[in-house]
């Protein structure tokens, strides 16, 4: 799909660079910010934040084509993979997101790299981060991924292709993304690999389990099944021969002589309980009584003491103040106290009070009846126990003397057998234990077998969606003839060794006249190969809309190691040329160089010098075009992962 910048701007600066359709230049000299540049716009189509200093914390704005449809997108160059990146439609619906850069967050259901993952229509697909290891965690195919095939970057472009030899994790990456692309990866198969990795996950589980059980198995006593089955047998035949004289010797032991006595001896323990039961009712009843007496008793003398204040106080006046002893005046009136002035609360009569005092003595005397009633029936129920527990103790008597000569002679016997049945109780439930292992190793194995079976076929699946079809040998068969054509036109060097270049089917690596990439040794000739190889891609994927390749090309230090005199000069404008030629409206096309292009009609859309550089007033030196800031002192093997 066509995928086109058109501006990008350095926002509080002056800043500003247009880009047209076609092929575009980025010119100046090692220290004005060319491949500063291109990290900004490699930030602006979703790729990893690696800047220069001078461009940490500043925010990018760019508007880009996807297709038919024109963006706004802003971007603060951070690394906080959840900085959020800001997106708005240039006319059409107008549509506007907010999205965390590259880690989903809670309330958003996507990321800016898999907003520009579906605008471009690229699949979604999880692939193994190890490729040869089922077991091996699955990670996405992010943007950044088909990045590599859209962007050659100047620290790489004598190299390798797409990939470090020292990068491993970049090439699985680049090996995946080149399969997804012509069709040798089937987005199916994502699915199948998902399942896969979790029927290894649980299958080095199982075998795991299984060898430690088979291991405390073979150590043990228990290591033969067929055995267990066997000595179980016997177990449960000798204690059903236990359990049968056990009951034999009971019934000798329960003769009809003791066992009226044991009868009688119950019974009379059940009469003593409800003797003891009854004693503690009445003793708690009667002391109630007893307190209830009491209580009643000092209600009475409360109430005489009433009766008698009231007939000797009722008339008494105060003459003289009890406080200072000066004589209290004539005041108030009959109604109110002379001394307080205030109206004395209304007492009972004394009739009122002769009445309850009545009353009172006559329930004490009540009271009194019931106390010597219970004292009684105490008496009763003291007499009846001892006559009980009399009976208790002879029947006691009566019983061991039955028993003695019996149960003494039986002991040795009976503790003899209870310790034969727990034995053979014991051993049977170890024989138990190990035959619950035995079955769980069996059911393990069983699982195992069956996950293999899951793990091979699903391998099959997976493999049969790997081969090749005649429409993915077709799309490589075109992208070996644009790479050979594309040498062609640049006039690379060429080997006699086996003429014709195409792309090995293994590696995927370019091999020109029977040498692989590897090989070439010049890192001139590897410049012209990798860019013969990336824009081989652009050509087939322009003519195969099922190719989903977005259709951008951005080549940092494209005369990186290419000589400018004489053939070599004469090649770097071949280069130059066929490019121009290739860049359409479908293809934009962006070159950095230190110098200007060696051809006509290629938009210069940035100059840069040692003194007009990227950052305007920057005071540092940004560092030499090609090395990043990544390289310098830190690692990038994660960065497309």
Known sequence: MRLRIEELTLIGTSRTVHFEPGMNAITGGMSGGKTATVSCLRALLGGEVRVVPELKGRTIAGTVLIGERRFRIMRKLVTTATDKVEIAEIGGAGEGWRLPASQLQAGYDQTFRDWYRDMLSLPRIRVPRAPTDDASPLVPVTISDYLMYCVLRQTEIDSSVFGTADNHHKNIKRRYVF???????????????????????????????????????????????????VERSQTEQQLAHTYAAGQHLSGELNTPTTAHLRAQVSDADAELAKIDTAIHAETTAAANLRSLHDQLIAQSRRLTRALVAERLLNDFEFHTCPRCGSAVPERGDDDSCRLCLQTPPTSPSPDALAAEQDRVIEQVAETGQLIERSGKRLDELQVARTSRADRRRSLGVELDRAMATYVTDQTDRIRSQAAEQARLEEHLRRIDDALSLHTRLQGQADSVAKLEREKGRLNDLIDASRRDTPGVAARLKELDKAFEKILRAFDAPRFDDRPGSYIDRKTYLPVVDGRGFMDLQSQGVEVLVNVAHVLAHQQVALDDDTIPLPNLLIIDGISSNVGHEGVDLHRLRKMYTTLYNAASDDLQIIVTDNDPPPITGIHKALELSDTDRFVPGASSLFPRDGVEPAEAGGDASQETL
């Open 179 to 229: 399969e997804i692309l012509y069709g040798l990866y089937d987005p199916e198969a994502a699915g199948l690999r998902e399942r896969l990795r979790e029927v290894t996950t649980e299958l080095n589980a199982l075998t795991a389990d299984a060898d430690t059980l088979e291991r405390i198995l073979a150590s043990s006593a228990f290591s033969s099944r067929a055995q267990l089955d």
